[in-house]
């Protein structure tokens, strides 16, 4: 198969993957409106070509939280990566190590901290949900600074899970699961052997660390669901900013209201995020979200966005709402899933090679070249436009 693009790596991993792992990355909450909305509302937006502007050199680096990128991404947290490939973290750490990007380890990660910290020639970032057991959170906080981690993504848009229906029908949850999975994986030698049998252990390596126990698949969905704490609210995060140290983002921000508490509390940045159409369904896109939080908080912290970038030029049409930088989670997640640490590795040149062609067909020489002028209409017209 050619791969050349973030569908074809779509399509590669559905093949190779089991149902219940594919569908685990490729689904969304409820009926999908949103996770539909959030690849509609990014591509709708009209990037604003120009031609004959001596645009000979292209420059995709960026600063960021005091490190050097060289594209205006980070890999995001996508849980269960030591699924999707043998020991799948620690290869796509190395690969976006290669390519001078950072990776987010989530905390519901095969690989634990240590280890792929360990493996990775650049410090990796680790994303922390908001959980009932602080005391948990705290010795993860511990562990993330001890092994080098300086930058914490902290999730807040998931005080509890969104009904995910594919995850029932695939066998990620739902009844017999044990039984499904192992058909599914029977019919997939190539990733039972590869990964089910050379990936052991298939433990959450965080939490078991913690628990002192093995924390397997089969415990995932349950233990999740007795630790999500719905009653957070902004003043219980003050005891975070207070103990961690380095940069800290929160992400799953969707209203200009909640960037600015996020200033209040001293975050050094915000994802834009609804968490890729994963929690409540039926929200507005984060391309959608973006023009009202820029102008709320542009300048007073650093703004990333996710939730719907497929490509380069995505990436770029995120640049031109105001972002200074884009997390990517579906396409490295397929691409991992399909050829592991090469996957990865080749889907940040193509969407650098995609960035290149638009910033050129734009007129940009930099990523600071990147405004709303490169897009026309130009935001927020372009999202008021839709329905």
Partial sequence: MIISSASDYRAAARHRLPPFLFHYIDGGAYDEATLRRNVEDLQGLALRQRVLQGVDTVDLSIRLFGERLSLPLALAPVGLTGMYARRGEVQAARAAASRGVPFTLSTVSICPIEEVQRQSTRPIWFQLYVLKDRGFMRSVLERAWAAGVRTLVFTVDL????????????????PNVVLRRALQAACHPRWAWDVGLRGRPHDLGNISAYLGQRVTLEDYVGWLGRNFDPGIAWPDLAWVRETWKGSLLLKGILDP?????AVRLGADGIVVSNHGGRQ?????????????????????????????????LDVVRMMALGADAVLLGRPFAYALGAAGERGVAHILDLIASEMRVAMILTGAKSIADITADNLVPAPPAALATRA
């Fill in 159 to 174: 005080p509890v899970p969104g009904a995910r229906y594919r995850d029932a029908h695939s066998g990620l949850s739902g």
């Fill in 257 to 261: 209201e909640d960037a600015r508490e």
């Fill in 280 to 312: 409540l369904d039926g929200v507005q896109s984060s391309a959608r979200a973006m023009p009202a939080i820029v102008a709320a908080v542009k300048g007073q912290l650093k703004i990333l966005a996710d939730s719907g970038v497929r490509s380069g």
